[in-house]
């Protein structure tokens, strides 16, 4: 099933994908290694597959991931990335497959007929003393 895309849903996709590796790089700067999270994260989205591999390998452009403080870069991407999700759980449920209902054939007749029959006690006691 073929999911199409609008450019808005591609642009949040996007600023969800390359502002998360912009966020744990400057998270990552008070412990000393944002370059390597930063480098790592960019080998993470170039090798994205399907359909978010599809939309990150496009041209990236009308992202504003720019900010004077890690709150101000959150206060953009957070947002991005809830609704990416949010996308992401929309079309799971599009492309999950509904099982389908077996039907399971009416056996009724067959217990009717299979039941022993019922047989009056005083058949029964005048058997016994024949």
């Known amino acids: 099933m073929s999911v199409n895309l609008s450019t808005q849903d591609k642009?949040?996709?996007?600023?969800?994908?390359?502002?998360a590796v912009t966020l744990l790089s400057a998270a990552g700067a008070a412990g000393?290694?944002?370059?390597?999270?930063?480098?790592?994260?960019?080998?993470?989205l170039a090798?994205?597959?399907?359909?978010?591999?599809?939309?990150?390998?496009e041209k990236s452009t009308g992202m504003d991931l720019s900010g004077?403080?890690?709150?101000?870069?959150?206060d953009r991407v957070l947002?991005?990335?809830?609704?990416?999700?949010?996308q992401a759980l929309r079309t799971a449920r599009l492309c999950r497959r509904r099982p389908t209902r077996r039907r399971v054939p009416d056996r009724r007749h067959l217990r009717r007929r299979h039941q022993p029959?019922?047989?009056?006690?005083?058949v029964l006691t005048t058997e016994r003393l024949n």
């Open 32 to 44: 000393g290694s944002p370059h390597r999270i930063a480098t790592d994260g960019s080998i993470a």
């Open 117 to 122: 029959e019922q047989v009056p006690d005083a």
């Open 47 to 57: 090798s994205a597959t399907g359909l978010v591999g599809h939309v990150l390998a």
């Open 79 to 86: 947002p991005a990335l809830t609704e990416a999700m949010r």
């Open 68 to 74: 004077g403080s890690v709150a101000q870069i959150a």
């Open 11 to 19: 642009l949040t996709l996007r600023t969800a994908a390359y502002g």
